[in-house]
């Protein structure tokens, strides 16, 4: 597949050109300069014919940031096979687009000039100074008006392999009531105290659900999950990466792939918009997802406003979390607050811990006791101690995380799971309530990734959390569920739908 680069200097529109052509918000935009920081790829269908798109970061100068993303956007514009190089047109042609479009040009690769911000007639005019390029390839358009979008698209098409498709006006609409929704979400984005409440595993709610499945139902809709994971999904996982910022999440992802795929800097807060990697590794695709990094909500200003809801977004899809704490100084509220995504989205987890070559050595045993009693809510994720910087055992984690997949994964036959709950209930029986007798008939597990387990009851008001949790503690005994949590759902034995009020 071809891949086509969107080059240019800070706020011309290149993100905003980046989503027109996947025909969604993907890329976040704002009036800001230098918004997008890392190199993000999409693939999208022009005319019928898909090619890869690389969304790069502003070429500037002037901190060593802005050093970094040069860097990884030209060198983005050397693996394209087409460059659109972006220029705004409200403003007069300046030399330094002139010297970057001709060091493109050079490359002898197929390179257009897009003139950005042509919104009406009277700005059309405009278009004649930009001939002194020296190029006939210019395209004057408005993305944010969607104006004058057909013939570049339709120059993009003749790039392509077998493309002979001519492009009406109907084929380049975009829905723009999707983009208005996505807008008005985050007009509608409210700064708020605090987090979500944190919620441990023995916090699944207790109520009863407004559908009929009894132990039958339940199990045929296993079968189904199973049955759609072993077409393929357990051998692909989501990993994100997450943590306050600064703490070497870019770091950690460019070790993991053995190249600098992610902007990394001295400056706090470098990843703004989420980007993703694949890579394959024993036989299962692991897609690293590089979120930005968190800061108190008091201190989230402007575009990290945007970040936080795609970090959000993006753990809502995932499987497993990568919880990466700074090792070599003192733990913060903040990273137990970002802990709680991880819990909130019912997510496997790996404990990280960096920078452990700066660490006290002599201190191993405190941070681990240390790190175990802050994140009580994640006492089934393992502990990994690395150095990003150094590499120093990153490359353990792969191993760990396929372990991780599995118990996420796995399914424990009914049979097998009776006997551990009835040996568990010989142990220690359940406790009476309201001198009501609580009675459990069965469990039965009827949902993985993560494991979730319905337990069959008279009375399931009547489960108390601290049971529950002694119920979970001896399934880990009998079962390898490390990094994973265990969820339960207390079911009346024969519960009927509600009627509707």
């Given amino acids: 597949m071809k891949k086509l680069a969107i080059i240019g200097r800070p706020n011309v529109g290149k993100s905003s050109l980046f989503n027109r052509l996947l025909k969604q918000r993907d890329a976040i935009t704002s009036e800001q300069a230098g918004t997008t920081r890392d190199v993000k790829k999409r693939v999208a269908v022009v005319l019928d014919k898909e ?51 001709y060091e493109l040009e050079s490359m002898g690769k197929a390179i257009a000039l897009v003139v950005n911000k042509i919104d009406n007639d009277k700005m059309q005019e405009k278009l004649w100074e930009y001939y002194e390029f020296g190029t006939n390839r210019i395209f004057g358009i408005s ?56 919620i441990g595993e023995e916090d699944e709610e ?34 994100a990466i997450i943590g306050r910022v600064n703490v070497g999440k870019s770091s950690l992802l460019n070790a993991l792939l053995g190249e600098d795929r992610s902007v990394v800097s ?59 704490l700074d090792a070599s100084e003192p733990f913060k509220d903040l990273d137990e607050k970002i802990a709680g995504f991880i819990d909130k989205n019912r997510l496997a987890c790996l404990i990280v811990l960096n920078k452990w070559d700066a660490a006290p050595r002599e201190d191993y045993d405190k941070i681990i006791a240390e790190v175990r009693d802050r994140f009580k809510f994640l006492s089934y994720a393992p502990i990994i101690t690395i150095s990003a910087q150094s590499k120093q055992r990153v490359h353990k984690i792969f191993d760990m995380l396929l372990k991780i997949n599995e118990a996420y994964s796995q399914r424990i036959p009914t049979g097998r799971l009776n006997e551990v709950i009835q040996a568990a209930m010989r ?24 494991p979730r387990i319905a337990l069959i009851m008279n009375k399931p008001q009547g489960l108390h959390f601290s049971y529950r949790r002694y119920l979970t503690n001896k399934l880990r005994e009998a079962f390898d569920f490390e990094g994973t949590p265990v969820l339960f759902k207390a079911k009346a034995k024969n519960q009927k739908k509600r009627p509707r009020r």
């Fill in 427 to 450: 142990k220690h029986i359940l406790p009476s309530v309201n001198g009501q007798n609580i009675r459990l008939y069965f469990a039965t597990q009827y949902d993985i990734r993560p």
């Fill in 143 to 198: 993305v944010a008006h969607n104006r004058s979008i057909l013939p570049l698209l339709n120059w993009i098409a003749s790039e392509l392999p077998d493309s002979s498709l001519v492009a009406t006006e109907a084929d380049v609409e975009v829905e723009e009531d999707e983009m208005d929704a996505f807008d008005a979400a985050i007009d509608a984005y409210q700064d708020e105290d605090d987090f979500d409440d944190e």
């Fill in 266 to 324: 001295s400056v706090a807060g470098t990843t703004i918009d989420p980007i993703d990697e694949e890579v394959e590794y024993e036989g299962k695709k692991i897609t690293f997802i590089d979120t930005a990094g968190i800061r108190k909500r008091g201190k989230i200003l402007g575009i990290e406003k945007y970040a936080l809801m795609r970090t959000e977004e993006m753990l809502e899809s995932a499987d497993i979390a990568l919880l990466v």
């Fill in 51 to 101: 090619v890869e798109i690389l969304d790069t970061g502003g070429l500037d100068e002037g901190c060593e940031l802005f050093d970094r993303i040069k860097e990884k956007s030209l060198k983005a514009a050397h693996e394209a096979d087409i460059i659109l190089y972006m220029v705004d047109g409200k403003s007069l042609p300046e030399e330094e687009d002139k010297k970057l479009f």
């Fill in 206 to 239: 207790l109520d009863e659900s407004d559908e009929e499945d009894d132990i039958a139902a339940m199990e045929e809709a296993y079968r189904g999950i199973v049955k759609e994971y072993e077409a393929g999904d357990i051998n692909q996982m989501k990993v």
